[in-house]
Every structure is written in C-alpha cells, then in structure tokens.
C-alpha cells in the first residue's frame, strides 16, 4: 500500500518568488557574483536592500522585484563586484532579520533570464530601477527611450512631482489624456528622485492636450509643471 502525500502548506510570498526566479534553474556550475534574496518584508526599498547586504562586501546593484502594479514581490536580487562577495553574503546574512523578516540568501543563477523584472541599466540619471536599482535608472522608467520613436513636439517635461510618485503612477495619470509611449522619473546617482519627469505620447496633439488639461494642476499633492521637453 501507498502512504498518502501529505500536503505542504507554504507562504505565498515565499511561493510567489521562488516560483519566479528559483535560484536552481541552471546547470550552470560556475558561482555568480549575484544572489537571489527572498522574504523581504514588503516595505524594503532597493536602497534598504542595498545597506544590508553591504555588511557582506561591495554592493554593484539591488533591485526588489515588483509586479505590474509596482507592488514588491518580496524578493529581490543584488550584485557585488566579486565573487567572494556574494559567497559571504551566502554564508553570513541568511536567516539575518531586516525590517522584521529573516531574509534568505542564495546564488542567483537567472542572470538577464528572469521574467518580470527590470534588466539592469547603467548608472545614470533618469530611467531604472524603481524596480534596477543601484542603477536607479533601470526602473525608473516604462520602457528606454529611442529617438527613432520619437514624434516631434510629442514629449514633455513634468516638474513639482512628489517624491514618492513613481514612474507608472506618473503614466496611469497622463494615460486619462492619451497614448503615453513612455514615462520616466528622474533619479540620481545617489538613488534619490529629482523631483521631475518625462512622458511622451504617440502624438504632439496629445501632448498639447496634455499641457492645456493637467499644467497647474494638483497631482499627489503637488500642482505640477507641464511643459514641452526643450531638449528632447
């Protein structure tokens, strides 16, 4: 006779991400110099990501992956510079606590393979990782920008923004005024926002639209700039 399979009861968040990004998806012997971090606590930001595993050596990049909506999945991936780094991070900082949850830690073998989350950018103003993040300009922007798609008269600077407006919240507004082909909140090199973004629509109609309806206007608390972009 077969004994029954007992059932694993195991938390969404965990389940959530491993099934993403399982850190055993490779054949792959050699180490990576990324590791996958996984039960972060839904308030951890890349930067809270980033300090934290600094104890373990030179951090490169961080990212805590986010879904459609921007909500974290509670799991998150980090660079070092070295190998040597990411094996200390391995062995020193599982089952460590940060912002009330006991982290694990494990060799991220994914590397540019894995669906759902932002592909790492160079450091640069403007552009990434709300969602790569050390290079904060991987997701602080919906899609990179390209001059051949660009229409003229088509894209606007947006200023007096909030600091916590994120890309997409900035997108979903200026969506209600046509088709927005790309929306970016500035970053600096310190991981901070500017205060000011970008969005372009399809067409220069809409974006005259744009600058008529919402210039002057209250926007998460603020009554933001809205003005052709000089320099696009």
Same mark, same amino acid.
């Given at each position: 006779?077969?004994?029954?399979?007992?059932?694993? #009861?195991?938390? &969404?968040?965990?389940?959530?991400?491993?099934?993403? @990004? @399982?850190?055993y998806t490779s054949n792959n012997s050699t180490m990576s110099n990324r590791v996958y971090v996984g039960n972060l606590a839904?308030?951890?930001?890349?930067?809270?990501?980033?300090?934290?595993? !600094?104890?373990?050596?030179?951090?490169?990049? @961080?990212?805590?992956?986010?879904?459609?909506?921007?909500?974290?999945?509670?799991?998150?991936?980090?660079?070092?510079?070295?190998?040597? *780094?990411?094996?200390?991070?391995?062995?020193?900082?599982?089952?460590?606590?940060?912002?009330?949850?006991?982290? =694990?830690? !494990?060799?991220? !073998?994914?590397?540019?393979?894995?669906?759902?989350?932002?592909?790492?950018?160079?450091?640069?103003?403007?552009?990434?990782?709300?969602?790569?993040? #050390?290079?904060?300009?991987?997701?602080? #922007?919906?899609?990179?920008?390209?001059? #051949?798609?660009?229409?003229?008269?088509?894209?606007?600077?947006?200023?007096?923004?909030?600091?916590?407006?994120?890309?997409?919240?900035?997108?979903? &507004?200026?969506?209600?005024?046509?088709?927005?082909? &790309?929306?970016?909140?500035?970053?600096?090199?310190?991981?901070?926002?500017?205060? =000011?973004? =970008?969005?372009?629509?399809?067409?220069?109609?809409?974006?005259?639209?744009?600058?008529?309806?919402?210039?002057?206007?209250? =926007?998460? *608390?603020?009554?933001?700039?809205? !003005?052709?972009?000089?320099?696009?």
């Open positions: 006779t077969h004994k029954p399979l007992r059932t694993v #009861s195991v938390p &969404y968040l965990v389940l959530n991400c491993i099934i993403l @990004s @399982s850190p839904w308030s951890v930001s890349w930067q809270d990501l980033k300090d934290h595993m !600094r104890d373990a050596g030179d951090v490169q990049y @961080s990212k805590v992956l986010t879904d459609r909506d921007g909500r974290s999945k509670g799991c998150g991936i980090v660079e070092f510079s070295t190998v040597e *780094g990411a094996q200390d991070a391995i062995e020193k900082l599982t089952d460590t606590e940060l912002k009330g949850r006991k982290i =694990f830690v !494990r060799e991220d !073998r994914e590397d540019g393979k894995r669906g759902g989350g932002a592909p790492r950018a160079p450091k640069a103003e403007g552009g990434a990782a709300e969602g790569g993040e #050390s290079a904060p300009a991987a997701a602080a #922007s919906s899609a990179p920008a390209s001059a #051949s798609d660009k229409v003229e008269g088509s894209q606007l600077f947006i200023g007096n923004l909030s600091w916590d407006t994120t890309w997409q919240e900035l997108k979903d &507004y200026f969506a209600t005024v046509g088709d927005v082909q &790309y929306s970016n909140v500035a970053v600096g090199r310190d991981g901070r926002k500017k205060g =000011f973004g =970008f969005i372009r629509f399809a067409t220069a109609e809409e974006a005259s639209q744009a600058i008529e309806k919402m210039n002057g206007v209250e =926007f998460m *608390g603020r009554n933001i700039e809205v !003005r052709l972009d000089n320099k696009a």
